[in-house]
């Protein structure tokens, strides 16, 4: 059984920053390809950012490009959300998921894990 759990969320000020992490058990995340979601109130959750299982490929939502960077430690089991230049529009909750396929779903809800989430709230 497939357990993440995530950590690091919380209440800044604009321009401030925030790092997430996602501890996993029950599978390498070395084995799946991960993402960070995040789900606004009264909008459907969307892919924050995503890193494969092959080659390491990262993509990133328009909106925070530049901004996050997600990362992955194999030997702690981990992968991690760094998020600068935070802004208003940023504050959601955030969702570590993975997905156990080669493919990508088309919806953020289609993936196979998830954690509970963490709230990051980030005031102007």
């Known amino acids: 059984q497939v357990q993440l759990v995530e950590s690091g969320g919380g209440l800044v000020q604009a321009g401030d920053s925030l790092r997430l992490s996602c501890a996993a058990s029950?599978?390498?995340?070395?084995?799946?390809?991960m993402a960070w979601v995040r789900q606004a109130p009264g909008k459907e959750r969307e892919f924050v950012a995503r890193?494969?299982?092959?080659?390491?490929?990262?993509v990133y939502a328009d909106s925070v490009k530049g901004r996050f960077t997600i990362s992955r430690d194999n030997g702690k089991n981990t992968v991690s959300l760094q998020m600068n230049s935070l802004k208003p529009e940023d504050t959601a909750v955030y969702y570590c998921a993975g997905e156990r396929g080669f493919t990508w779903p088309s919806r953020a809800e289609d993936l196979d894990y998830w954690g509970q989430g963490t709230q990051v709230t980030v005031t102007s």
């Open positions: 890193l494969n299982r092959l080659g390491g490929v990262t």
């Open positions: 029950g599978r390498l995340v070395s084995d799946l390809g």
